[in-house]
């Protein structure tokens, strides 16, 4: 089993910036891809970025290129998400997941951190 637990949410302005931990523990060898996800009160969860665990390889959602960077320090199995320029649409619970090799899921979640930019 993989355990994630999210941190560093909380409140900010417009304009402000915050940094999310994700620490991973437990079986955490068979992990493949490292992702944050988000979902605002009456809407879908969506995907915000994702990283390799290995290679490093990111991706993200065209709403937070140039604002958002994912990074990872493997050696202490912790995925971070830095947010810059926010908005009040980036307004959300921030989920960490992890995706094994070999699956098209990601089958971990952690249990969410708020994030709230005020307007």
């Known amino acids: 089993q993989v355990q994630l637990v999210e941190s560093g949410g909380g409140l900010v302005q417009a304009g402000g910036s915050l940094r999310l931990s994700c620490a991973a523990s437990g079986r955490t060898f068979n992990i493949y891809t490292m992702g944050w996800f988000r979902q605002a009160p009456g809407k879908e969860r969506e995907s915000v970025a994702t990283i390799t665990w290995s290679g490093g390889g990111t991706s993200y959602a065209d709403f937070v290129k140039g604002r958002f960077a994912i990074s990872r320090e493997n050696a202490k199995n912790t995925v971070y998400l830095q947010m810059s320029s926010l908005k009040p649409d980036d307004t959300a619970v921030y989920y960490c997941?992890?995706?094994?090799?070999?699956?098209?899921?990601?089958?971990?979640w952690g249990q969410g951190t708020q994030v709230t930019v005020s307007s």
């Open positions: 997941a992890a995706r094994e090799y070999g699956k098209l899921t990601y089958a971990y």
